[in-house]
């Protein structure tokens, strides 16, 4: 053989061996961590997919040429089949949702969806679990009442967003602020999604493989992704975006439309426990001749404590300690019969919230996660309540029956005072090395549909494939026609049409029976619903259940204490984004 000839395929030999070493995930050394996965099982309350551990260093701050280094906790779930085809990165959201409660729960639901014959990863991002975990413990906080005002609506009863705003709601989202500011100072600027995308680039080189990133984004993650697309457009091999945020919105602050289809999806639950009759507990307590008859049952017990919250906070805090209930159960079709038997009992007079005499499993110490990364992220800064208030009377008009307890929590990002070391302040107006695949429902509570298509308005070349199921995310009403999509756009970056549009594989009755037939046989599968992102486990993440006993003063004057809490309820309701 010619030596030039000897040359080269002795460079395509090594060049094969160093694709297939780092396709085995090598360029990180993960390990088994049987005891982390014990744990984790605790945690989420049922075993999930066995995962590996690894660590990496990380630059704690990008903006500092000297910085000291932070080590990532990173989790893999193996590919099944062969031959592996690389590593896919993945968030499940939040934020404030951690890769180890994260990846076990959910990791057979990721792998029906992207293939089996890829490497699944995730990580603790900066701010949660045990990486710099954001601490800010909400409990100390006292002072005097405020007043809301029942509006009337057309679905759920609801109070006026924007009277809770001018009648003390933003001084009260100001008074956290300023207390997380004294709480976690020292590291509040550093756990912002444009570090955090550059954590992912930094584990993309570590795998060794081609340097490029492929990702799927779920809730928070799909911010995440636009953030690392528009930040390193050419290193962007794959990207698939689930249950999407609007990017410019997240980037202000104030999530824009969000809350557009929970009454639709919330219409749906009332239908789909419409039709499965007696096995409803709601329609066997009711014995309802329409979905309007169901409606106006729970209309009736929410009407008095709505009504109540204009005497004072104490009754606001107990019409939120009901009403932000209703907000996570819609992310997942699985869980709505259980949650039927929730309402029927408020219906039937138990109408307080249920309190739990144990302390769950927890992992990491991060406290108020979610609230020190999106608004470490926000660029719109007020001075003062009168510059935010057009955007609380829009935010007000977004949905009928929920803006009452979506929006409010967000009120702290305009007001907080550890803005990121870097946040990113571009338009999002670019051009990846291969178009992003956004995926969407159409009743998706907390991500409409209409994000997706302004998302990808954005990114050029980008396709929506928009699905009709119901919940937050593929994962959560899943669909074998978005599936083929998604494994063919990862395999081959094959797109789907524009006028391409996909069913759940299950109608909501089906899912219904289903769920009880799962409840009756005792069993469970992958993550429950229950947790941060978006899914598996929030108990790592938000520990915001003792509101007794505890006081303080902050810097704005005071505010009162029930208050305050009530805001923490609905941001702990809408955690999962």
């Given at each position: 053989m010619p030596l030039t000839l000897a040359l080269i395929a002795f460079g395509l030999s090594t060049a094969a061996s160093a694709l297939a070493h780092a396709r085995d995930g090598k360029g990180i050394n993960f390990q088994p961590c049987p005891e982390l996965n014990a744990n984790i099982t605790a945690i989420n309350g049922v075993e999930g997919t066995p995962f590996d551990c690894a660590k990496l260093s990380v630059p704690l701050d990008y903006t500092d040429p000297e910085s000291e280094p932070l080590e990532l906790n990173l989790f893999r779930v193996n590919a099944t089949a062969e031959p592996v085809l690389g590593t896919v990165l993945i968030n499940f959201g939040g934020p404030g949702g951690t890769g180890a409660e994260n990846l076990p729960a959910w990791a057979d639901e990721a792998r029906n969806n992207i293939g089996a014959q890829w490497n699944l990863v995730s990580w603790d991002p900066r701010g949660t679990g045990n990486t710099i975990p954001f601490q800010c413990n909400l409990t100390a906080l006292t002072g005097a009442a405020v007043t809301s005002q029942k509006r009337d609506v057309g679905t759920l009863v609801s109070t006026d967003l924007t009277a809770v705003f001018l009648n003390g709601g933003w001084e009260a989202a100001g008074q956290l602020a300023d207390y997380c500011l004294s709480e976690a100072s020292e590291t509040g600027t550093l756990i912002g999604t444009a570090f955090v995308a550059r954590d992912m680039i930094k584990i993309v080189d570590a795998l060794d493989e081609d340097g490029l990133l492929r990702f799927y984004g779920w809730s928070y993650g799909t911010a995440l992704g636009s953030y690392a697309a528009a930040m390193f457009p050419e290193r962007v091999e794959r990207m698939v975006l689930d249950g999407n945020l609007n990017p410019h919105d997240y980037q202000a602050g104030h999530y824009g439309e969000f809350a557009h289809d929970i009454d639709e999806t919330f219409a749906g639950f009332l239908q789909a426990c419409f039709d499965a009759t007696d096995n409803c507990a709601l329609y066997t307590l009711l014995q309802p001749n329409t979905t309007q008859d169901l409606l106006d049952a729970i209309n009736l017990a929410l009407a008095p404590l709505a009504q109540n919250a204009t005497l004072g906070a104490e009754a606001y805090l107990s019409y939120l300690s009901i009403k932000s209930t209703f907000v996570q159960p819609l992310y997942f079709p699985r869980t709505w019969p259980s949650f039927a038997e929730t309402l029927a009992s408020i219906l039937n007079g138990t109408i307080t919230a249920p309190a739990s005499d144990s302390t769950p499993e927890t992992y990491g110490t991060a406290d108020n996660d979610v609230i020190g990364i999106r608004a470490s992220d926000a660029t719109f800064i007020a001075n003062s309540s009168e510059e935010y208030l057009a955007q609380v009377e829009y935010q007000a008009t977004i949905s009928p029956g929920f803006s009452d307890v979506s929006y409010f929590p967000l009120w702290i990002s305009a007001q907080w005072r550890m803005p990121a070391k870097e946040r990113y302040w571009g338009d999002f107006h670019v051009k990846?090395?291969?178009?992003?695949?956004?995926?969407?429902?159409?009743?998706?509570?907390?991500?409409?549909?209409?994000?997706?298509?302004?998302?990808?308005?954005?990114?050029?070349?980008?396709?929506?494939?928009?699905?009709?199921?119901?919940?937050?995310?593929?994962?959560?009403?899943?669909?074998?026609?978005?599936?083929?999509?998604?494994?063919?756009?990862?395999?081959?970056?094959?797109?789907?049409?524009?006028?391409?549009?996909?069913?759940?594989?299950?109608?909501?009755?089906?899912?219904?029976q289903a769920s009880l037939q799962v409840t009756e046989s005792g069993s469970s599968s992958g993550g429950d619903g229950n947790g941060t992102m978006e899914g598996g486990s929030s108990s790592g993440s938000d520990n915001n259940s003792d509101t007794e006993g505890v006081e303080g003063t902050a810097s704005r004057g005071s505010t009162s204490v029930e208050f305050a809490f009530a805001m923490i309820l609905a941001i702990t309701a809408m955690n999962v984004l």
């Open positions: 990846t090395k291969t178009p992003i695949l956004y995926v969407n429902g159409e009743f998706d509570p907390v991500t409409p549909l209409v994000n997706a298509y302004n998302a990808s308005a954005a990114f050029e070349g980008s396709v929506v494939l928009p699905h009709s199921g119901y919940g937050h995310g593929i994962f959560t009403d899943p669909s074998q026609c978005v599936a083929r999509h998604i494994q063919a756009y990862f395999k081959n970056a094959t797109l789907p049409g524009e006028d391409m549009r996909c069913e759940p594989d299950m109608s909501l009755l089906q899912v219904w």
